[in-house]
């Protein structure tokens, strides 16, 4: 019995000889050839997976984070605030993607942790580019990427740089609202320290959104970022905990202490003090 044709796919183009193909242009042979285990540990592939895909998302955040800030310094909003909804759906992924890990039990992953020595997510250098550009700056995390100029470059350029906070600040500066400049001139090698005044002008903000209504939208996007930056580090923890208890972490940290002093850190403070004068 013959079938008719059926031209929503017969006219696919399918000779790739000359034209490029989806899995040239995304080069899914380098891609797909990067999980390499070293054991023969079933779960160890789910391991690689899990870590490359929360790298790539690092890589998206970091290029929207970027991108972000640059339109900030110019004082454009809107075009920013896109990005940085682009951030907080990358961050959910991320988020989500410890609930697929949290199917390896403690017993999997004994089968390969000893493999790849060690080797811990401490040492991403995407992850602490992307700490320094919300502004969790702490020059000793550099260290352990003195092995590598190009990374150690790099985070020493957004170590010295104003972070994604200090920018807003000079926004709100720019638009006519008191920040002292002590902030605006502060040393951004160092961790922000609240400050009251600046509390103030976020207050002014909170109270007559209609008259200053793109800061008010950049304040509860930023407000979103941190959010979404807490949930991942939570999760972070719980899938941790739940696979290895308070054991070492393979990069030598002390693990899920480590990662609870982590959840301590306030990246926007006077956006989350604002909420209890209003």
């Not at 017969?10 to 000779?15: F, I, L, N, P, W």
């Not at 999997?108 to 700056?137: C, M, P, T, V, W």
């Amino acid at each position: 019995m013959n079938h008719p044709k059926d031209e929503t796919y017969t006219q696919a183009h399918t000779d790739f000889s000359q034209d490029l193909s989806y899995g040239d242009y995304l080069m899914l042979d380098q891609v797909l050839s990067a999980q390499r285990t070293l054991t023969p540990a079933h779960d160890e592939m789910l391991f690689i997976v899990i870590h490359q895909v929360q790298e790539l998302w690092m890589k998206l955040i970091v290029h929207e984070l970027s991108s972000a800030m640059g339109l900030l310094k110019q004082g454009i909003v809107d075009p920013a605030l896109k990005m940085l909804t682009r951030v907080c759906r990358a961050q959910e992924q991320m988020a989500a993607s410890w609930e697929v890990l949290k199917t390896m039990t403690p017993s999997d992953y004994l089968q390969f942790r000893a493999s790849f020595g060690r080797a811990s997510g401490f040492q991403s250098h995407q992850y602490r580019l992307i700490e320094f550009l919300f502004g969790n700056k702490q020059p000793f995390m550099m260290r352990p990427h003195q092995h590598r100029p190009e990374h150690h470059r790099l985070l020493e350029q957004a170590l010295q740089a104003p972070s994604l906070y200090d920018i807003s600040l000079h926004l709100v500066a720019a638009r006519g609202l008191e920040i002292p400049q002590a902030v605006l001139q502060r040393d951004f090698s160092q961790p922000y320290q609240p400050h009251e005044r600046v509390r103030a002008a976020w207050l002014e903000v909170y109270r007559h959104p209609e008259q200053h209504w793109d800061l008010y939208y950049l304040a509860e996007k930023l407000v979103d970022v941190e959010d979404n930056f807490r949930r991942w580090r939570f999760n972070h923890l719980t899938t941790v905990e739940r696979i290895i208890g308070h054991k070492q972490g393979t990069g030598g940290t002390a693990g899920v202490p480590y990662l609870k002093r982590a959840l301590d850190i306030v990246l926007f403070p006077e956006l989350w003090q604002v909420r209890t004068d209003l």
